[in-house]
């Protein structure tokens, strides 16, 4: 909803019809370089800016020639360097009615409920943003968003993350990346979220992008079900080079030895696309270490492809259990790789620790494996609450690890 600013900020710069409320005092800055002065802005690209102000010369002159007009204080509040590197990105600019504007557009976005922060990200990242017509560039595109379904603080930190989506055509490309977006997500609430996770799905050659990857999807024989789950899981990869999605595909057939058929071929794609080949190798010489076989890797990856996303460190001290502490082989932890993605602090050690206890005692006991994938209510209704009072010591220290 437009709400109304305290005061307009044109009214600083003397737009007729202004009037200056005295509770929120503003400046303008002009902001100008040395005759030399290299910056890196906050995108980390470098800018140079150079200044010749001859003597005399008038402030509207000066103005004409480097203008970095910076909401500060109250407003933008950006650092000299920061304004100086944001002025740095524009070109070709009409230094007066850039004035103009530039105040007219911070005045817009302030009456739709932008922030200072909000619009401070958005300009930082966009500075040319400050040039759109508020009313026939931005306010049409706003609406858009709006209709779609991004409002309040979801369209604000939108803009904010994302400006240059304003910067797309409204009929040409906007309103037709959207209704893409809706339809791959299956559903305005599903499109809403992939939106928000990546601002990529608006970029320039989003549309014709995103229809090719969509058909190497469907003709990889993904039911729509799953290509609205990976919109949904990776919403920027499906903006990628067709050529990429395609090396995935053939990545997670060839490397990964899942055939399009398997119900595991799309949680290998999830996989593919985390990890590089590298950081794959990488992990598969971490099991060779402990003595697995390819064919055991083999079987494990087709089992459960999501043991890859382990980190290194992770799967070490996981198979140094499994395998040096508790003797388990290779081939039992590769037809059960399940049990390898547990926390082992909360889980696999507790519960281990508390069959070993039963074991002692001849008392109830299953296997390690069948104990980790209980729930924790059948966990405890079966091997810990039947033996609170008997085994007192065992109970408490289960109780505890759960605490941590």
């Not at 379904?149 to 904010?160: M, P």
């Not at 609430?189 to 990857?213: D, H, I, P, Q």
Request: with cysteine.
């Amino acid at each position: 909803m437009i709400r109304t600013a305290g005061f307009s900020f044109a009214q600083i710069l003397g737009v007729p019809g202004g009037k200056v409320d005295g509770s929120r005092h503003r400046q303008l800055f002009i902001f100008f370089s040395n005759d030399k002065c290299n910056l890196r802005s906050s995108t980390g690209f470098n800018y140079s800016i150079t200044a010749k102000v001859e003597a005399g010369e008038t402030a509207a002159n000066r103005t004409g020639n480097h203008l970095l007009v910076d909401c500060s204080t109250d407003s933008l509040s950006f650092s000299r360097d920061d304004a100086i590197s944001a002025v740095a990105k524009l070109s070709s600019l009409r230094p007066h009615k850039s004035q103009a504007n530039a105040v007219l557009v911070v005045d817009y976005l302030e009456r739709i409920g932008m922030d200072q922060a909000h619009i401070n990200a958005a300009v930082s990242k966009f500075p040319k943003l400050l040039l759109y017509d508020p009313d026939k560039k931005l306010h049409p595109k706003i609406q858009c968003l709006e209709e779609f379904g991004l409002s309040g603080s979801d369209l604000f930190n939108f803009i904010a993350k994302y400006p240059f989506v304003l910067a797309r055509g409204l009929d040409t490309h906007l309103r037709p990346a959207l209704h893409l977006i809706r339809r791959a997500a299956g559903s305005n609430k599903n499109a809403v979220k992939a939106l928000k996770r990546s601002g990529r799905l608006l970029s320039y050659s989003s549309c014709k992008t995103m229809e090719a990857n969509i058909l190497l999807l469907q003709e990889a024989g993904f039911s729509d079900d799953k290509i609205q789950q990976f919109v949904m899981a990776r919403p920027r990869y499906i903006t990628n080079k067709p050529t990429w999605i395609g090396n995935i595909l053939k990545r997670v057939e060839m490397e990964f030895g899942i055939s399009r058929n398997s119900p595991m071929f799309y949680c290998g794609l999830l996989v593919a696309t985390a990890l590089n080949k590298s950081t794959v190798d990488k992990k598969l010489e971490i099991f060779r270490s402990y003595g697995w076989s390819n064919s055991e890797i083999s079987t494990m990856v087709q089992k459960l492809p999501h043991s890859l996303t382990l980190s290194e460190a992770r799967l070490k001290k996981v198979l140094n259990f499994f395998m040096k502490e508790l003797g388990y082989e290779s081939y039992y932890l590769a037809f059960r790789p399940i049990i390898l993605t547990y926390s082992l602090e909360k889980k696999s050690i507790p519960r281990s620790q508390v069959l070993k206890t039963l074991e002692e005692n001849k008392l109830r006991a299953c296997s390690l494996f069948t104990a980790i994938v209980l729930s924790e209510p059948k966990f405890m209704g079966d091997y810990v609450l039947p033996y609170k009072n008997k085994l007192p010591d065992m109970y408490q220290r289960y109780i505890k690890s759960r605490a941590k």
